[in-house]
């Protein structure tokens, strides 16, 4: 019997490579020998080549793969927009793979994912929360009468997903896609592939959920969590977020750095950040 290959993936090159060495630090430190693959979200990564050794990860090599990602979004857009690179990953090397996106710091070892696949295709890290659905549907998609209340109220971050190679393929993308075009109106395309990426799995016709569903349904409050740095609630204690007092599976600056840019502020838990970015 031929042994299931688990490996995490990240989406990353040379123009965030400060993001990602805090990411790959915090990752390594959680995961010292967890198979880790760089998706290139553009074709500038000297910087982090370089670093493949020192880290131990592999990239995503292929180009038309790659290509057809960026074909899509092309549609959505009108230009390239390498968020979209992240279909890739259902064409990688690992049979069973967690994503993360590379704006985080990983505070949590993530295999006790796995067991969830058993169950689901997809599994995410937040969902079903109001405040989520706004960054991938507007208010609109309920006048459409295309997808059901319950797949719209899924409205998953998509910046954690776990999933099974072939689960989801660009054919299978590319097919979906003019129905999805059609509700471009809907869609809240700032969060670039993120609507898209939550069309395909909940009309995936297959099991998706996530932790927070899981969490939720189960009473499994000590279930490790993803948490989002525009949240001020947090205490944070050499390199560990100790309140609250559940376990953090990752901190997700996800909208923070570019908030900061445009305020020209500090991101909020940046001691946090600077601790893991350098180790």
């Known amino acids: 019997m031929t042994a299931v290959r688990r490996g995490v993936y990240f989406l990353a090159n040379d123009g965030v490579l400060e993001q990602a060495l805090a990411f790959l630090n915090s990752f390594r430190t959680y995961h010292p020998w967890t198979p880790l693959c760089l ?40 230009a390239t927009s390498g968020q979209y690179r992240k279909l890739a990953i259902w064409h990688g090397p690992y049979d069973e793979f967690v994503y993360i996106d590379c704006d985080t710091v990983v505070l949590h ?21 109001p405040e989520i659905r706004r960054w991938v549907w507007r208010d609109s998609i309920h006048d459409v009468g295309v997808l059901t209340d319950e797949q719209i109220a899924f409205a998953a971050n998509t910046g954690f ?13 590319a097919a979906r896609l003019p129905e999805a075009l059609a509700l471009a109106a809907h869609m809240e395309l700032t969060c670039a592939e993120q609507p898209f990426l939550n069309y395909l799995i909940v009309t995936s016709g297959t099991p998706y959920t996530s932790l927070y569903t899981i969490a939720a349904t189960t009473g499994a409050w000590d279930l490790p969590a993803e948490r989002w740095a525009g949240d001020p609630s947090f205490v944070v204690h050499n390199g560990r977020i100790v309140e609250p007092a ?25 001691d946090l950040w600077s601790y893991y970015r350098h180790q």
Request: charged share 20%; with cysteine.
């Open 246 to 270: 559940a376990p953090t599976l990752m901190l997700h600056w996800a909208g923070e750095w570019a908030r900061a840019r445009r305020e020209n502020t500090t991101i909020p838990y940046h």
């Open 161 to 173: 997903v776990a999933s099974r190679r072939g689960n989801l393929s660009l054919a299978h993308a």
């Open 39 to 78: 998706v290139p979200f553009a074709g500038d990564i000297d910087a982090l080549r370089a670093l493949r050794h020192q880290y131990e990860f592999e990239i995503f090599d292929d180009h038309a793969v790659l290509d057809r990602c960026d074909e899509i979004g092309y549609a959505f857009h009108g």
């Open 109 to 129: 070892n993530v295999h006790f994912v796995y067991r969830y696949l058993d169950d689901y295709s997809f599994v995410t890290s937040h969902s079903h929360q």
